[in-house]
């Protein structure tokens, strides 16, 4: 019995290894084209074409691991992007998908099977920053410029020429969100920050500066994945701020808020785009209607040109509207590329970096501009709040 | 080779007709991977993408037998791995930063002054580095030793687990030493396929030599039956507190040679997660097996990548699979566990590799191949 299993199994392991010569020759990864309909049916060996015939988008995300969920959210932007716009220069675009695993030591095997097999022209991604500062050397070298989606690490950019990203940063975000909190009339101000978040750190440092030293009348700290915020809540509220900046994940900021709510505390937190998720109010029930926080696009905003025809494309590809303002960025973050290689007029890695640098789009989610380290210089934020067990959107702000 | 006795009475005129032709394989191999490794050094036999593979394979297989040490050959249940690779890897970053690196990565807090101006250069550089990592670990193993050792089994593998992440939230608190959870990039790419394998070469006799002192017969011994070896006149916690520095030591030094190969670190990269990944390595290697070490890491390192093809979408005759993100983590999860079911001790058990056992399975591999085909006894079916 044992012995017939083991010869089955042998059996099914040469046919994986046959079945993977034939598709390391004739798709070698290239993803069979998700959007024409001629391919469909048809014999997969036409894919095997020259590299001059197509043009290879490589998309960098977390398809799996921890941060899986913001990586298809991303994923479904760009494949709507690319259902729009699926040609340039005469040229076809394939979509190479490939996988960082949320790990950083599979984020550089994955960019550097990008760049270097695959030869992609250009890539898009990724959710989070630590896989994009792992491979940005990788894309750096073969000099394959990036574009990032939602990766606000400022080490992201750093030094490397090749990365871009098209997300507003934590400095445009923390002073946003501290002029915000001056406009509507509050004076003071307490901080509980996650130390183990590198973009929670960034946030309060320009809140801070933003909103004045002087004013902030507490500072507590607490860790990814802590539970009881009681202690933190208890030591900044004996300060007596208004408000209370927290940048957090959305699960602690959840709890946060109800915690600060059990203990008999009204008062309004103020964060970051990370609380646009549906688990913040599952979590935290009604205590989070005490909220305010800014993200990078509304379905319910006033309808620009992009922001309608991105809102069709994505109803009319996977059914009602996108579930994250995430998919917004890989929207504009495929978006650009394809504009940077209009611009450039080739594929060429320094003539598209060359053509980055110079580009001024409109995407759905503002204007964006590079400025000299890659980073969009945004000009647009949407604040919003938690009413009736969902997301409300409050106001767009326009900074000049 | 009647007239070739002669020539080699110096060294291996004393030796059977066997192992004269191991020595010869063995040098064969050795002259056969040198070449191989100056050729993939000069770009010339596979991509850069390879290469980096390869590295990886390199520097897993040196943190494999690191646990192995601990875990397989001493059999205590250590699962502190991933907080000794984390000192390790800030140490040897934090040495060979060039100096105006250091002031734009930590930007939010400058960095400690004694760090400020450090940088080892070069190759030299990173092997100061290398070496000072792996001491730090080891004097970390050393102080993390004398209250976890004195645990048996789970108990001992949930005190090293907390360390190990009492170690990384250090880390990740640190602002001003590691930038905290910000981590590190544009760490030199000293660590070039030399390195990697060079260590791992080095570590692979140094552990050959090791099982064949007193120290390491001993540490087996323990790992048998410690009720045995303490009436044998061993010293239980002087030879467990030994086997857990040395481990250390590997540790540290495999950490640092992974953050010069991946050229940026951050605190999360070293969650325990990464311990399992390595135990992983251990297990499906053989507890106890230096060879397996060394196989596993490259089998489950080149497996994660060559299964990269699943997720693209294929075809299977005229069905067509459509892209599945995480299929191949599926596929790997499974071929593992038949791999477990049908050697239950790992690949090699606790065995290790040599010229005659690969002869003596390529003479009877023909009658184990036959055996299968073989019409099966009356009844046998029913089974």
């Not at chain 1, 905003?301 to 995430?326: N, R």
């Not at chain 1, 503002?366 to 000009?379: L, P, Y």
């Not at chain 2, 030094?253 to 251990?282: C, E, H, K, N, Q």
Request: a neutral charge; one cysteine or more; aromatic letters at 10%.
């Amino acid at each position: 019995m044992k012995k017939t299993l083991t010869l089955v199994m042998a059996l099914l392991l040469t046919l994986a290894l046959v079945l993977t010569g034939c598709g390391g020759n004739a798709n070698g990864g290239a993803t069979p084209e998700p959007v024409t309909p001629t391919d469909s049916g048809t014999d997969p060996a036409p894919v095997e074409t020259g590299d001059d015939d197509v043009i290879k988008v490589g998309i960098f995300e977390p398809l799996t691991g921890a941060n899986a969920a913001g990586g298809q959210m991303e994923l479904e932007g760009i494949k709507v992007a690319h259902s729009l716009v699926g040609e340039v220069l005469g040229k076809k675009i394939v979509l190479v998908e490939m996988d960082n695993k949320s790990d950083d030591v599979e984020a550089v095997t994955a960019a550097e099977r990008l760049v270097n097999s695959e030869k992609v022209d250009i890539v898009v991604g990724s959710w989070g920053s630590s896989v994009c500062i792992a491979a940005g050397d990788t894309f750096m070298n073969a000099k394959v410029p990036a574009i990032g989606t939602s990766c606000t690490n400022p080490l992201v950019t750093l030094d490397n020429p090749y990365y871009f990203r098209v997300c507003y940063l934590d400095d445009f975000q923390g002073t946003l969100l501290a002029n915000f909190a001056k406009q509507e009339g509050y004076k003071t101000a307490a901080v509980i920050t996650d130390v183990s978040d590198t973009y929670a750190i960034g946030l309060k440092k320009y809140f801070v500066d933003a909103f004045g030293a002087e004013n902030i009348v507490a500072e507590a700290q607490f860790n990814k994945g802590d539970q009881d915020f009681t202690a933190q809540i208890t030591s900044v509220m004996a300060a007596n701020p208004e408000v209370i900046f927290a940048p957090s994940g959305y699960a602690e900021a959840g709890l946060m808020m109800k915690q600060a709510a059990d203990l008999g505390y009204n008062i309004l937190f103020l964060g970051a785009d990370t609380w646009e998720t549906e688990v913040m109010f599952e979590v935290g029930g009604v205590a989070t209607e005490n909220c305010r926080f800014t993200t990078f696009f509304d379905a319910d905003a006033a309808p620009t040109p992009e922001s309608t025809q991105f809102l069709t494309a994505y109803e009319a590809m996977f059914g009602g509207k996108p579930k994250g303002a995430v998919t917004a960025l890989g929207y504009d973050a495929y978006m650009v590329a394809i504009a940077a290689i209009e611009k450039a007029g080739t594929t060429d890695g320094e003539a598209l970096q060359k053509a980055l640098t110079e580009l001024d789009v409109t995407g759905v989610t503002g204007r964006c501009v590079f400025d000299e380290n890659g980073d969009a210089v945004k000009n647009q934020a949407i604040i919003k709040t938690v009413q009736d067990g969902g997301f409300k959107y409050i106001s767009t702000v326009v900074v000049d | 080779m009647e007239k070739n006795k002669t020539r080699f009475r110096g060294i291996a005129s004393g030796l059977t007709k066997n192992k004269r032709r191991n020595l010869l394989l063995s040098m064969i191999a050795i002259i056969a991977l040198t070449v191989f490794l100056h050729f993939t050094e000069q770009g010339a036999t596979v991509g850069s993408y390879e290469v980096r593979v390869l590295n990886l394979c390199a520097v897993y297989a040196v943190l494999a037998l690191s646990m192995n040490l601990i875990n397989g050959f001493t059999g205590q249940f250590s699962l502190g791995t991933a907080g000794f690779m984390a000192i390790g890897a800030y140490t040897t970053s934090l040495l060979i930063m060039p100096v105006s690196v250091k002031a734009k990565v930590f930007y939010l807090e400058p960095i400690v002054p004694w760090l400020e101006n450090v940088h080892w250069e070069g190759n030299f550089g990173l092997f100061g580095a290398l070496l000072v990592a792996g001491l730090i670990t080891a004097v970390a193993a050393f102080i993390i030793g004398f209250p976890v050792l004195r645990l048996k089994g789970d108990y001992l593998a949930i005190a090293t687990l907390g360390f190990s992440e009492i170690i990384r939230i250090v880390f990740t608190n640190t602002q001003s030493v590691t930038n905290g959870s910000t981590g590190i990039k544009s760490i030199p790419n000293t660590a070039n396929i030399w390195w990697t394998f060079g260590v791992m070469a080095f570590f692979v006799v140094f552990m050959l030599r090791l099982m064949k002192t007193s120290y390491g017969r001993a540490f087996k011994c323990i790992r048998d039956d410690e009720v045995a070896a303490e009436s044998m006149g061993i010293s239980l916690f002087k030879h467990k507190m030994l086997s857990f520095v040395i481990s250390g030591f590997m540790a540290g030094v495999g950490g640092g040679l992974m953050a010069s190969v991946l050229g940026a670190i951050t605190p999360l990269l070293f969650r325990f997660i990464l311990a399992y990944d390595i135990l992983l390595i251990v297990v499906l290697g053989g507890m106890g097996s230096i060879t397996g070490s060394i196989v596993g890491a490259f089998l489950i390192t080149t497996a994660k990548e060559w299964l990269r093809w699943l997720d693209a979408g294929f075809n299977i005759g005229p069905i067509k699979v459509p892209q599945i993100a995480g299929l191949r983590m599926v596929v790997f999860s499974a071929l593992l566990m038949l791999v477990i079911l049908f050697y239950r001790r790992g690949l090699f058990g606790n065995k290790e590799f040599s010229w005659d056992g690969m002869f003596r399975l390529i003479k009877n591999a023909p009658k184990r191949v036959a055996a299968w085909f073989k019409p099966k006894p009356k009844g046998g079916g029913a089974k």
